[in-house]
């Protein structure tokens, strides 16, 4: 099955300041990878997704992701963090598999709490 | 559109009672999923159905129960309830078709005794 790993579970950074959150799949086929947000007491919402095509994904919120191949990776960035983007973040992989019905699963990372700092 | 909704929003149950936490979508997606979210664990497949009358296990299944009569809905039944079982449950849908990603209703927050 495929496996998603997020480097960190904890990440602070400063208000305005570049967000990086790590993500690195493994994968024995083209994967569709996925991140999503979790504010406190709610459930998952969809920031981005890549499935096929360009590999730099644009999300919601000013954040986007890039497919890396080479480097098995999904990292998600956006340039300058606001306060309302404290939250867990979630990568996620799609464990698809064609003919399957498993196809639609997702396999999800531990998670990353994001923290905005004044 | 409700989008995916999930009833109760908090329950508390002693070992051995039975429930079932109730997932409906009005989107007319094929595909429902039940997730298990415990601290530092990720969300855990329990059960899923590509469409009615089909189910399978996922990665926790133990414990639990699913069935499918209709496209809307997917009731999620605790047999037995344990410790162990208590976690923040997730109810998804996904279009299918080709549309991989999911849409995750407001979670069940459940606390056995």
């Known amino acids: 099955a495929q496996s998603v790993t997020q480097l960190g579970s904890h990440v602070s950074v400063s208000e305005g300041a570049l967000v990086l959150l790590r993500c690195n799949y493994s994968?024995?086929?083209?994967?569709?990878l996925f991140w999503y947000v979790q504010y406190p007491n709610q459930g998952l919402q969809l920031l981005l997704k890549?499935?096929?095509?360009?590999?730099l994904v644009k999300g919601i919120n000013g954040f986007e992701a890039e497919f890396k191949k080479s480097e098995t990776s999904f990292h998600l960035t956006k340039p300058s963090a606001h306060m309302s983007d404290a939250a867990e973040y979630f990568c996620?992989?799609?464990?698809?598999?064609?003919?399957?019905?498993?196809?639609?699963?997702?396999?999800f990372g531990k998670g990353t709490s994001l923290l905005v700092t004044p | 559109n409700a989008g995916v909704t999930q009833t109760p929003k908090f329950q508390v149950l002693k070992t051995g009672q039975s429930m079932t936490l109730q997932c409906a979508q009005d989107?007319?997606?094929?595909?429902m999923s039940w997730y298990r979210q415990d601290p530092g664990m990720g969300l855990r497949l329990i059960h899923y159905?590509?469409?009615?009358?089909?189910?399978d296990q996922g990665e926790v299944p133990n414990g639990y129960n699913v069935s499918r009569s209709t496209t809307e809905d997917f009731p999620l039944r605790l047999l037995s309830a344990a410790p162990s079982q208590t976690s923040v449950y997730f109810c998804?849908?996904?279009?299918?078709?080709?549309?991989?990603?999911?849409?995750f209703g407001p979670g069940t927050r459940l606390t056995v005794t």
């Open positions: 159905s590509v469409g009615a009358g089909i189910t």
């Open positions: 998804a849908s996904s279009p299918g078709q080709g549309a991989w990603e999911q849409y």
């Open positions: 989107m007319n997606h094929e595909y």
């Open positions: 996620a992989v799609s464990d698809r598999k064609v003919g399957s019905n498993s196809g639609y699963a997702l396999n």
């Open positions: 994968s024995s086929v083209p994967p569709y």
């Open positions: 890549y499935t096929t095509g360009a590999t």
